[in-house]
């Protein structure tokens, strides 16, 4: 079974960083789309970047902000966060698929609150 295991979360001051990883086993994130989503409550979840073959996408709202990286070697994928917003608050799933919108396998997310 593949499994995904966030870390990083945790409560920042607007303006503030955070780093998120996402250990992956049972694939190699080198061979796969892996990608950050985020769920505020209330809120539809919501893409937030992804890394693969073609390079990283990012939505337009953190664009300058964060930045995903991958380490093959620790088959894990890292989300660094800077100058964070109120609005950044949720909670953030990674995911690893085939290609993008089909990923097949989630983690159980990790709570990112910012406060005001």
């Known amino acids: 079974q593949v499994q995904l295991a966030e870390s990083g979360g945790g409560l920042v001051q607007a303006g503030g960083s955070l780093t998120l990883s996402c250990t992956v086993s049972?694939?190699?994130?080198?061979?796969?789309?892996v990608g950050w989503f985020r769920q505020a409550p209330g809120k539809e979840r919501e893409f937030v970047a992804c890394?693969?073959?073609?390079?990283?996408q990012y939505t337009d709202s953190v664009k300058g902000r964060f930045t995903i990286s991958r380490d093959n070697a620790r088959n894990m994928v890292t989300l660094q966060m800077n100058s964070l917003k109120p609005k950044d608050t949720a909670v953030y799933y990674c995911?690893?698929?085939?290609?993008?919108?089909?990923?097949?396998?989630w983690g159980q997310g990790t709570q990112v609150t910012v406060s005001s």
């Open positions: 995911a690893t698929g085939r290609a993008v919108n089909e990923y097949d396998y």
């Open positions: 049972g694939r190699s994130v080198s061979g796969y789309v």
């Open positions: 890394i693969s073959w073609f390079g990283t």
